[in-house]
């Protein structure tokens, strides 16, 4: 298969070309210069300029698009928030625009989105519940609402996967971690009972595969079948790594440090992978402790 993957060199990414490299032809688009990586992999710079690489999606099978500013990066302010947005739509109308470009539909395109898609509960949701009222569900409403109206008519079928919290030695919540609960930090935020909607990198790979595979279509979320809180993984991490984990940092105290970003770790999202267990995807991890066991440098 002919694979485009808009975002290909962040970390999920890269863990996606590796596994997907073998017998098939993969095309990262970025913002990096043109450059041949192997015999079956290019790296291809995705300018606004449009004519000068909108013929790589021809005859191309399947398109994933990752793009989208970090939402981590910076404190949330007015300007934070609007380029967060902004990145993500912008990147949908230029691949939009190139597939008008080149007369094609791929088989599939797979769009990314989030869990902060729906609403901060103790409760378990689905791919079948509706999006939240705060930041992160309107970022994800729009984006995957600019996914339909881009997409749904220029491919045979349009996957949204809504990532929950990725575990990965390279990158996200460990790599940030591992350092502050080493040098004896840790500590649980807030109450500790919020649920931390995790999935390991291996699954992320392995589910989007199995998307491809299967040629699953609409929301899919991509989180393991697991319900572990905050204190859980706290006390996991301050085990793993032999350092007391016995801190509550206070609501308050998350809020001033952090701001308006402080609902991504004080709100608590239980969320169900369904379409994936119903379409018979196994998971690899399902265990909290063994993800972050293998996922600490």
Not at 2 to 27: C, M, P, R, W
Not at 38 to 56: D, F, G, R, T, V
Request: net charge positive; glycine share 6%; aromatic share 8%.
């Amino acid at each position: 298969m002919k694979i485009i993957i808009a975002g290909g060199t962040g970390s999920i990414g890269t863990s996606l070309v590796e596994q997907l490299k073998v017998d098939n032809e993969i095309i990262i688009l970025t913002r990096s210069r043109d450059k041949v990586i192997s015999k079956s992999i290019k790296q291809i710079n995705y300018s606004e300029n449009l004519n000068i690489w909108s013929h790589e999606l021809e005859d191309s099978d399947v398109l994933i698009n990752l793009v989208g500013e970090r939402i981590d990066r910076k404190r949330w302010s007015k300007k934070q928030k609007k380029k967060i947005l902004k990145s993500r739509l912008d990147s949908i109308d230029k691949l939009s625009k190139a597939l008008n470009l080149v007369e094609h539909k791929p088989q599939l395109i797979i769009n990314a989105s989030a869990v902060g898609f729906y609403s901060y509960s103790y409760e378990m949701q689905n791919e079948l519940n509706t999006f939240g009222n705060h930041f992160l569900s309107e970022v994800c409403y729009q984006w995957e609402t600019k996914a339909k109206k881009e997409f749904e008519n220029k491919s045979q079928k349009l996957a949204i996967i809504r990532i929950g919290v990725v575990l990965d030695k390279k990158s996200g919540i460990i790599d940030k971690l591992q350092l502050i609960f080493k040098l004896g930090f840790g500590a649980i935020l807030g109450n500790g009972k919020q649920v931390l909607p995790w999935i390991d990198m291996e699954d992320v790979v392995g589910a989007i595969k199995h998307i491809i595979e299967k040629k699953l279509s609409g929301p899919i979320n991509l989180t393991a079948p697991a319900q572990d809180t905050n204190y859980t993984f706290s006390k996991i991490l301050g085990k793993i790594l032999r350092r007391p984990v016995f801190l509550f940092v206070p609501e308050f105290i998350v809020r001033i440090l952090i701001g308006k970003m402080s609902v991504m770790v004080l709100g608590s999202l239980n969320i169900n992978p369904k379409i994936l267990l119903d379409s018979g995807y196994k998971f690899r991890y399902t265990n909290l402790y063994k993800s972050v066991e293998k996922n600490i440098n």
